[in-house]
């Protein structure tokens, strides 16, 4: 666009040479325009830049601004003529070589003594840098929004690739990733460059390119001159490059926080390129924005997947968490805690609703888990939820305390869903219960002996007796004395009959788990006496040596007694075919030191292997022809349950003998199935209470 008054070039009049010369090293386009507008003076720096004469510059200066920029350049001008006050705007020339670049043009009128305006002074000052920095700033809030956002990683690099490619006309950026490997990179973004170029980056080693090379050594790579430059002449990349019209390619490491190197971006432009310190400034501001790209996108997107994993593993493991501040009440809960108590999630959380969902019959152990928080004690807790529909939950709470700067006391707990789990110990404490009946039931067949002439004993007395009462009556005169007595020892024997038939009865009926005191002393008895025919008949010696005094144990007694008769069998059984020695059976209780009873069955036996007292006790390992294998692990299973202790030893002279101890005071485990042996709330300390 040229004036159409044509104009020649002449300096201002009166200007003197120093002046000018002065104007002209001036770093800046400076240039005078006359009160209408019309340009009349631009220093040589103006020429130069432009590369434009000075006729013609002065006549067509319009033509350097920007198309893009000069309708609203001349809009403010104008109005900058009219208000006749200074005014500053930014626009873009026309360097010598095409390119354009970001100007501040400043005016000031110049007035004389009565105030006239004279002339317009003007500077424009390159500002190509401080916008390039500018953009990149805003560039980095906006990236950080994108991220806050969870923007997924692929538009957040792309995004970041137009933002250089914006900044740095002509350029081209791309992105690759470093493997968690650290051996070979990935494509991230490179939304200018053909797909075969990206290719050709990324699938080969540390020597194939720049950008691979930046990464892996951790350097910044410079190629200002692809065909010149020898590092790349016998590569694969370097003829791709230059199909593409690639001759100069920029690399730069993107570094974490923490020094570890995630990945390489990279600047590549059509023509040759040398870098200078300018660019240099402008590559680690890349670098830097990069850097956070990367690093804040994977953290976000580490801290996603490991939240997807938590939130799963919560809802198959049943777990939730929640928050209580002692001093206010305050409870926060996960979403898996409203979904166990089935509540409403915009529900505010008070104890009187949690309270409202506990069992009845465990609330007093709820209360009083909640004073044991008033005191600041770390615990775990166990309670049942009553639902709505009547169903029963079991939960399971473990809390740990700790205090704020403040000194104010904060609980942080996990909560579990233990239902199954509860269900799971009853099912199997019901199949163990059976095996153990198995076990008895199994047992009947070698006692057979014994039993029958237990009852046949008084069975044979009670008929005798009865023949000698019917001829002492049918007597003249009748025996009533001889009689009556005759008929006490018929009473007697049928008790006796009778008593062999309870134990019996006792031993092998399916019975519900009934927590009592057992007399082990007594039970050792009951069972020796159901096993004495046995025992004869085998050419067992025995010997019994039952400590005096001895306390009783609280449990199950037919249990107890299953085990008891269990090591009897199996002592008897391991001396079936011993001719070298005596059969001897030796049968001990005893109570240490520590209140624990100790009963022990001594036999001189086979004995067993080295090896073989580890496996003893696991279920189905029998050494016997025939053997079931559930004996002894019932009787472990049993003695477990009572918290003692089942084990054995090889005794020196052959045999081995079995021993079992209890606490004076144990407590039998118990199910969640409810009768006798029922499921009770509890409370545990963590730390000893204060």
């Known amino acids: 666009m040229c004036p159409d008054k044509q104009l020649t070039f002449q300096p201002i009049a009166g200007m003197e040479n120093e002046l000018l010369q002065v104007i002209d090293a001036l770093p800046g386009l400076v240039w005078t325009a006359l009160p209408s507008g019309q340009v009349d003076f631009l220093n040589r720096r103006w020429r130069e830049y432009t590369g434009m004469s000075a006729e013609t510059i002065l006549q067509c200066w319009q033509d350097a601004i920007h198309p893009d920029d000069l309708p609203e350049l001349l809009k403010r001008w104008s109005a900058n003529l009219s208000s006749g006050e200074p005014q500053e705007m930014d626009a873009r020339l026309r360097r010598f070589d095409g390119e354009y670049r970001w100007f501040l043009i400043r005016t000031r009128p110049v007035l004389d003594a ?35 956002a969870g923007r997924p990683m692929a538009v957040i690099l792309e995004w970041f690739c137009r933002l250089v490619e914006s900044v740095a006309p002509g350029c081209y950026c791309s992105i690759a990733l470093l493997q968690p490997a650290g051996t070979h990179l990935e ?51 370097r003829q791709m490059a ?20 995630t990945g390489v971006c990279s600047i590549h432009y059509d023509g040759r390129r040398r870098s200078a310190p300018l660019d240099q400034a402008l590559i680690g501001q890349i670098a830097r924005i990069a850097s956070i790209a990367v690093e804040r996108t994977q953290h976000d997107a580490t801290l996603k997947r490991s939240e997807a994993f938590l939130a799963e593993t919560r809802r198959l493991s ?8 002692v001093s206010t009440g305050e409870i926060t809960w996960s979403e898996e805690v409203y979904r166990m108590f089935e509540f409403d999630a915009a529900r505010p ?147 006796r009959a009778s008593e062999v038939i309870k134990r019996l ?55 107890l007694q299953q085990v008891i008769l269990n090591l009897l069998l199996n002592a008897l059984e391991a001396m079936n075919g011993i001719d070298d020695r005596p059969r001897r059976l030796l049968v001990v209780t005893e109570l240490d030191a520590n209140d624990i009873v100790r009963v022990s069955v001594a036999d001189t036996g086979a004995g067993f292997g080295i090896h073989e007292p580890a496996r003893l006790f696991d279920a189905f390992y029998t050494t016997k022809p025939g053997g079931m294998g559930i004996g002894l692990s019932v009787s472990k299973s049993i003695i477990d349950n009572h918290g003692g202790q089942l084990w054995a030893i090889g005794n020196e002279s052959g045999g081995a003998t079995f021993s079992f101890s209890i606490p004076k005071q144990s407590k039998l485990r118990k199910d969640g199935n409810g009768g006798s042996a029922h499921w009770i709330a509890g409370v545990t300390d963590r730390q000893q209470s204060p």
């Open 349 to 495: 959380v008070t104890l009187e609703l949690i309270r409202s969902r506990v069992h009845p019959e465990d609330r007093v152990s709820f209360d009083d888990m909640l004073e044991r928080q008033q005191r600041g004690i770390d615990y775990e807790h166990e309670y049942r939820l009553l639902m709505p529909d009547q169903s029963v939950k079991y939960m399971h709470v473990v809390a740990h305390a700790i205090r704020d700067a403040s000194g104010q006391c904060e609980y942080m707990a996990a909560i579990q869903d233990v239902t199954e789990r509860r269900r799971s110990e009853a099912a199997l404490i019901e199949a163990r219960s059976e095996l153990a009946r198995v076990a008895r039931a199994s047992s009947f067949g070698v006692l057979t002996a014994s039993i029958a002439h237990e009852v046949n004993q008084p069975l044979s007395g009670i008929i005798t007796n009865a023949s000698t009462c019917l001829r002492m009556l049918g007597a003249e005169p009748p025996n009533l004395e001889g009689a009556r007595e005759t008929a006490r020892r018929t009473i007697r024997d049928g008790n």
């Open 114 to 148: 009565s105030g006239q305006l004279v002339k317009w002074c003007g500077l424009n000052t390159e500002i190509e840098d401080r916008r390039r920095i500018e953009a990149l700033l805003a560039g980095e809030t906006e990236l950080l929004e994108l991220v806050a």
């Open 505 to 559: 009865r006792a031993l092998f009926c399916k019975t519900d788990t009934t927590i009592e005191n057992v007399d082990l002393n007594e039970s050792i008895g009951e069972i020796v006496t159901l096993f004495r025919s046995e025992l004869h008949r085998s050419g067992v010696t025995v010997q019994i040596d039952l400590a005096g005094n001895l306390p009783c144990v609280s449990g199950d007694r037919v249990q």
């Open 318 to 325: 049943s777990t939730g968490g929640f928050s209580k501040r």
């Open 187 to 237: 494509h991230g973004a490179a939304p200018s460059l053909p797909r075969e170029f990206i290719d050709s980056i990324i699938d080969g080693p540390a020597e194939s390119n720049p950008c691979a090379s930046a990464a892996l050594s951790n350097e910044q790579i410079i190629v200002s001159d692809l065909l010149s430059d020898p590092r790349w002449a016998l590569c694969s990349w």
């Open 242 to 261: 230059l199909h593409h019209g690639i001759h100069a390619c920029w690399s730069m490491p993107i570094v974490a926080a923490s020094g570890k190197v």
